[in-house]
């Protein structure tokens, strides 16, 4: 069983950052694909990114393209959101899921929140405008 974890979410202005972590236990993070997803009120959740088992970032969500950077630290088991230059749209809760997914994977997966096997729990994101 995995456990995923994010933290560093909170009240930003708009055109700060925020770095959230999502720390996960069990299994083996190394052979992780692992994404960020978010959720806004009343909206369905979307993808914001992912990375594969290799460090490489598989896609940004165009909306946050050139703002927001994945990168992982397989020591650590945790994988990172930085996300710069902050708007008031990006304000949701955050998620971030696991799969072990070790080779090539057909790139469409990772957008797919379906194809995802542990999720955490969320963290909030508020950006004032």
């Known amino acids: 069983q995995v456990q995923l974890v994010e933290s560093g979410g909170g009240l930003v202005q708009a055109g700060g950052s925020l770095r959230l972590s999502c720390a996960a236990s069990?299994?083996?993070?190394?052979?992780?694909?692992l994404g960020w997803f978010r959720q806004a009120p009343g909206q369905e959740r979307e993808f914001v990114t992912a990375?594969?088992?290799?460090?490489?970032?598989?896609g940004y969500a165009d909306s946050v393209k050139g703002r927001f950077t994945i990168s992982r630290d397989n020591a650590k088991n945790t994988v990172y959101l930085q996300m710069n230059s902050l708007k008031a749209e990006d304000t949701a809760v955050y998620y971030c899921?696991?799969?072990?997914?070790?080779?090539?994977?057909?790139?469409?997966?990772?957008?797919?929140?379906?194809?995802?096997?542990?999720w955490g729990q969320g963290t909030q994101v508020t950006v004032s405008s």
């Open positions: 899921a696991s799969r072990a997914a070790l080779g090539l994977v057909p790139a469409y997966n990772y957008y797919r929140s379906s194809w995802y096997t542990y």
């Open positions: 069990g299994g083996t993070f190394s052979n992780f694909a």
């Open positions: 990375i594969n088992w290799r460090g490489e970032s598989t």
